[in-house]
């Protein structure tokens, strides 16, 4: 046969056979995924990742074809089984760091960190460890109260080995070590025996993130290292037992994105491995999309959305090492997916499609979305879904803390009336109705939207009662259109910070009904610009409103430490009056992704300050 027919006929072939994963799978504030595979329940994947100051923390995700994926719980859900998370100062490195989830005779198993970063470093109370278990993955109820193991690190992981019957667990110390340790997962009795050094890496800064695989005779061991930006990569090395020696991955980094500056994911690391029922291997990691100027200043790079989830196939052959196909935002292949199920755990009716839009009304007898989120822990009775005196609704009493909180930093146990949802797409828009005539009555009085990344970077735009200047001199209480924000961080240039307080009166057109909402939105532009406005709901929800611009800002003024940006709408005096000074009632939440960008565009707003 002609040899051109012949490579024609092996193309067809092979494009026959190719899938496509399309990155990220978690797209927003996902870091340090973890993933399991459960044959017994209906051949299900189950992940979850990092979910830092969030409440409910560490999500659920749940999938069958590993490409639409459902959020089906979250293990922290109630404020019992982490009171702590309310102190948490260093706000923007502490909280839920790396989870570990396996699943073995009918119960999951979640080890985790909770990070006190405010803590000094040789104080091992620093790295507060424990365990949630569940038998029901789908209901966060189900999910145990903690139970705290001593270990002075991180990212711990556990380990069953069949033949000795003994469970071990891994982790990272120091950011130097990583020791095992045999641990009872039901009592958290751990470090009986003195800690095993294990692998210590490639040589790279904080080798941490470790998780054991035992197969063909191997103990596999993945790391992540280089640290948690620019250098950030996944590497390999496996042994016979835990003593050694260990032998590193002959192509290692087996994933990594340094020094690729044409990839728009950058910092790619931080890898779990998983396999379906048909035998192949998967790997999820994490990385950012930061593009490929991300290497010469990560502290000033245009990434918001910080560190996500990718997903990516992997070829491990019997005895051999394992192979990972590189992380894009399309990865083609000649990998099988297991087959479409799109449909999977719809009916379970408290669960969220991963990526969907918010059409929230806060309708009498529903409860919050799983996905919407507060700061830390939130005052119960400072939110209310659809209260009797305005049913439709979502009630919020305010907090005396702004979002920038007293320091920019802590809250010191106080609540930030905040609700949130991550942001999870390139383009979106998000707003909020509401209701302030007759509610805020005092000055700084506050209700708006904001688009946080921690307490020392965030932009709102909100309705707030000012007192200015009366034409007769005295002092006269009105209600203003707010664009505020602040962004600072100790890795920026002074000439690099921003503040932004811009305070406009009502426009004239915006005549009082009696009862007016107003309409707060955020829209992302593009992939560097943010616009904030405001509009006048006329008494018609679905009416257009038209919507006038009172600020914008920059990706770049938004760079995540740990998490990634959120928008959602507080309610706060502005550090007067008690807690709870007014109610206000925020009426149709939606949030729209419009695009989802996973190459670096042709062009993009160079980086600038103004
Ligand atoms: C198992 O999954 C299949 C699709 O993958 C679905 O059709 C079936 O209803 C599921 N069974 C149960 C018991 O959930
Ligand atoms: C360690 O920190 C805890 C607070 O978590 C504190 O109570 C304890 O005194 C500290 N220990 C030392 C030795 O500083
Ligand atoms: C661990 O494996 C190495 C290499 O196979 C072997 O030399 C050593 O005896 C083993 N150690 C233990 C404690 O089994
Ligand atoms: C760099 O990234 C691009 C875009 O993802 C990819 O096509 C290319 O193969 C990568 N190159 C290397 C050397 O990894
Ligand atoms: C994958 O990335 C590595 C860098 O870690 C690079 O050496 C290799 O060429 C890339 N492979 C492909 C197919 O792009
Ligand atoms: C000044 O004018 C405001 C209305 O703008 C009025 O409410 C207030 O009583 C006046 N104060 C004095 C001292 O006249
Ligand atoms: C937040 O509130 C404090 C008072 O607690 C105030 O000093 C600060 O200006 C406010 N800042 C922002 C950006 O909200
Ligand atoms: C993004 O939007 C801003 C504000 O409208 C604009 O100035 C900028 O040129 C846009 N960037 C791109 C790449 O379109």
């Known amino acids: 046969m002609h040899l051109l027919l012949l490579a024609a006929l092996a193309v067809r072939a092979m494009a026959a056979s190719l899938s496509t994963i399309s990155n990220p799978i978690f797209s927003g504030f996902h870091p340090d995924p973890t ?103 789908f209901d966060s109820m189900a999910w145990s ?50 800690y095993i050094s294990v692998w210590r890496g490639t040589g790279l800064p904080s080798p941490e993130a470790p998780h054991i695989y035992r197969k063909d005779g191997w103990l596999y061991l993945v790391l992540a290292e280089g640290g948690t930006r620019e250098r950030h990569r996944a590497i390999m090395a496996r042994a016979r037992n835990y003593t050694g020696p260990w032998e590193s991955h002959p192509n290692n980094p087996v994933l990594t994105a340094y020094q690729n500056t044409s990839s728009y994911f950058q910092a790619v690391g931080h890898a779990d491995l998983f396999q379906d029922a048909s035998g192949q291997w998967w790997a999820v990691a994490l990385a950012n999309r930061a593009g490929g100027r991300y290497a010469e200043d990560p502290y000033n790079s245009n990434f ?39 449909d999977a755990f719809a009916e379970l009716a408290a669960s969220i499609r991963v990526g969907s839009d918010d059409v929230i009304d806060f309708e009498p007898g529903s409860s919050l979305p799983l996905h919407l989120f507060h700061w830390r822990l939130p005052v119960a009775k400072n939110y209310k879904v659809s209260p009797e005196e305005r049913p439709g609704t979502l009630l919020l009493r305010s907090s005396r803390l702004n979002m920038t909180g007293f320091d920019g930093d ?8 905040l609700l949130a949802r991550k942001q999870a797409h390139s383009r979106f828009r998000f707003s909020v109705d509401v209701e ?48 505020r924000g602040i962004s600072t961080t100790p890795f920026r240039l002074p000439e690099r910070m921003k503040w932004v307080d ?109």
């Open 35 to 137: 993933c399991t595979f459960v044959p017994e329940l209906n051949n299900t994947f189950f992940c979850t990742t990092s979910s830092f100051l969030m409440f409910p923390g560490l999500p659920i995700y749940a999938s069958r074809d590993l490409v639409h994926w459902r959020h089906v719980s979250n293990a922290l859900s109630r404020q019992e089984q982490l009171p702590a998370l309310a102190f948490l100062a260093r706000g923007a490195t502490s909280g839920i760091y790396a989870p570990t989830l396996r699943y073995r005779d009918g119960t999951f198993y979640l080890m985790t960190t909770l990070a006190h970063q405010a803590i000094p470093g040789q104080n091992y109370t620093r790295w507060d460890n424990f365990i949630v278990t569940t038998e029901d993955p």
């Open 145 to 194: 109260d903690r139970v705290h193991f001593d270990f002075p690190g991180i990212d711990p992981s556990p380990d069953w080995d069949e033949e000795s019957g003994t469970t071990w667990f891994t982790g990272s110390v120091d950011g130097t070590i990583n020791y095992h340790v045999p641990i009872d997962l039901e009592t958290g009795e751990a470090g009986s025996q003195p």
């Open 304 to 342: 918001p959305m910080g560190r996500e989830t990718v997903l990516t196939s992997v070829k491990w052959e019997e005895g051999q090492w394992p192979e990972f196909t590189n992380i894009s935002g399309t990865i083609q292949g000649d990998f099988q997916l297991p087959p479409p199920d799109e």
């Open 410 to 417: 802590s809250s010191r146990g106080w609540g930030q009336t």
């Open 436 to 483: 302030w005539e007759g509610l805020l009555t005092r000055a700084d009085q506050e209700v708006g939207v904001t688009l946080l990344q921690d307490q020392s970077q965030h932009f709102d735009v909100g309705l707030v009662m000012l007192e200015t200047d009366a034409a007769n001199g005295s002092q006269r209480l009105s209600p203003h259109i707010r664009f």
């Open 502 to 610: 811009d305070k406009f009166a009502f426009p004239a057109t915006w005549s009082s009904k009696g009862d007016s909402r107003i309409r707060l939105q955020i829209e992302a532009l593009n992939t560097t610009h943010y616009e904030f406005s405001a509009g006048l709901v006329d008494g018609h929800l679905e009416a257009e409103v038209e919507m006038e611009i009172f600020g914008h800002c920059r990706g770049n003024q938004l760079v995540p430490f740990y998490s990634g940006t959120v928008v959602g709408a507080y309610a706060t005096s502005n550090g007067r009056y008690g807690e709870g000074s007014f109610s206000t009632y925020v009426s149709r939440w939606r949030y729209t992704g419009l695009e989802q960008i996973t190459e670096q565009p042709a062009f993009e707003s160079p980086i600038t300050w103004d």
